[in-house]
């Protein structure tokens, strides 16, 4: 006779598949976190380095043509 309840033998051999599914998806989630951070930081400083670049290259006054 089985001293255990079907369901119990069930999660119990269930166990160790969704301990490595939960530290599989914290690692997902962790480095899906890292990618957003440096794309936000990216995006940021990528507006601030348009924004440099927009006034050191203003636009010089036209010289007068000679003829």
């Known amino acids: 006779m089985p001293t255990m309840a079907p369901g119990i ?5 269930l166990q160790p598949f969704l301990i490595r599914l939960g530290d599989i998806i914290v690692v997902i989630v962790f480095v899906l976190a890292v990618l957003i951070a440096i794309a936000s930081v990216a995006y940021v400083l990528g507006r601030e380095w348009r924004w440099w670049r927009q006034v050191e290259e203003a636009p010089r ?4 043509q000679r003829e």
């Open 61 to 64: 006054p036209a010289q007068p």
């Open 9 to 13: 033998e069930l999660a119990t051999r």
